[in-house]
């Protein structure tokens, strides 16, 4: 087996099969989509293996269409990471058990299911994210974080600007800022995704559209925002002209640069992630005979996860790693 590292990851099985999963480009011979985030969506049109939320999101958030098939050799599994989002358990037909888990939280919260190792089986080669895969990424419990959230819109007497990403924590904040009493109002590309969630898990969100050239905010209102937004100049005098606060969501505000990199009045450890121990946990329960790990704090992870006895590298673009079962 070859597992390569190129804009996605590529598992060549012992038959030569190539099963290419979140390329830009798969051009292998079964693609497979784990999540509708963009750095996790194809380029172009393309037939995956995904849930059938999956390819709705990522139809509705690209010009062009995600088709969704099936395929003997690759099993799905929720990933706990954002709403259709899977783990991938790949068979060999050697018999040898890949899993590649995209992004992925154990942690069940609102509608989501958390990723649940012991759904996985078996598994020989995990090939594991490693965002949050350093020592001192360490996320308070979901309900904790919650709860801060639900007392600063509840205590803050000023409209807000939400910032998160568009997929994932834009919809949890839309509910918390419904659920806090305020007046929620987003965008088309929030509402873009919104849209297949309501319609395929029954979600609902009860929000407006936010009409940037007339609308004025009141202290009641929250307006929810993509993450990328945070530094625009609209932003800015939008700030300036209401009084907004503006709060940031990620589990990167466990460290302090984030909130001056979004210019935050205050930030919330709120993620769709597996923090440091909960990667190790993860780990520890599919208890591989190999650990690739990939995107993010891949060395970290990797030199941990060998001192704790595992046999694991970090995956580097281009390069091919070779083994035996
Ligand atoms: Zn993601």
Known sequence: MTIRLRDGVEITLSDGTRVVCDADDPDGDVAVVTHAHGDHLPDGELTAVCSPLTAALGTARREDPLHRTTDDRVTLIPAGHVAGSRVALVTDPDGTRYCYTGDTSPRSRDYL???DPAAA???DVLVTESTYGAPGYEFPPHDAVVKEILTWLAETDAPVLLFGYALGRAQTLQRLAARAGRRVLTTQAVLRVNDPITDQLGVSFDVTEYDSATHDLGPDDALVLPLTSARAD????????????AAGFSGWAVKDSFRFRGDYDAVFPLSDHADFAELCSLVEALDPARVYTQHGETT??????????????ALRPGQSTLGEF
Do not use: P
């Open 234 to 245: 609209w932003i800015d005098t939008l700030r300036d002209q209401t009084g907004a606060l």
């Open 113 to 115: 299911d958390g990723f």
């Open 300 to 313: 970290t992870l990797a030199t941990h996860l060998t001192r704790r006895g595992y046999d694991a590298t």
């Open 121 to 123: 089986g078996d598994v």
